[in-house]
Every structure is written in C-alpha cells, then in structure tokens.
C-alpha cells in the first residue's frame, strides 16, 4: 500500500493532526528563518525562508489536497472552508470591479 493510500485511508481526526503536524513545523521554521537573518546572516535567513516556502508549498499544500474530502466531513472544518472560500470569492470580485472601474 502506497503512503497517498495509506494516507487517504487515515479518519477525519488524524487527518487534521496530521495536516496541523506538517504545517506546525512549517511556520515556526519561517519565524527563525527571519530571527536568523535580522542577526545578519541575510544569506542563510534568505535560503531558510526560501526552503519553509517550498515545503509548505509541496508538502502542505499537496498533504491537503489529497486529504480535503475527508476533512470536508467534519461540520466546523466545512463550515470553516466554506466561509474562507466565500470571503475569497468576495475579495476577487471587489478587485475585478475596481480594475473594471479605473479602466
């Protein structure tokens, strides 16, 4: 059984720890990465951020798109991707008809 299987495999409950897991070591890592290069090691801080980017990026972002129909089943998360994805779509159309007014 492949880690994507076994992965979708896992409840609702393990899969949001999991998620949180992933991404509670991300962004932690993002603050020492800026701590890092406001004592001056602008090089190593740059790399630092760079890297906690790409991870959030394809571990993430990835990790949640493979488990978003699990956790879409418990009520608050749904309710919560509902409500994030609503205020989204009000914010790209605010923009739309800003650009669309100044044209």
Request: charged fraction near 15%; charge should be positive.
């Amino acid at each position: 059984m492949s880690l994507r299987q076994r992965i979708e495999n896992l409840g609702p409950l393990p899969i949001a720890a999991l998620i949180g897991g992933a991404d509670g070591t991300v962004e932690p890592l993002k603050l020492v990465a800026v701590a890092v290069a406001g004592e001056g090691h602008w090089i190593a801080g740059t790399a630092m951020i760079v890297t906690c980017y790409l991870r959030s990026l394809f571990l993430v972002e990835r990790l949640f798109i493979i488990v978003k129909p699990k956790l879409l089943i418990i009520p608050w998360f749904a309710k919560l991707w509902t409500t994030i994805l609503a205020v989204r779509s009000w914010i790209a159309a605010s923009f739309r008809r800003m650009r669309e007014g100044t044209s």
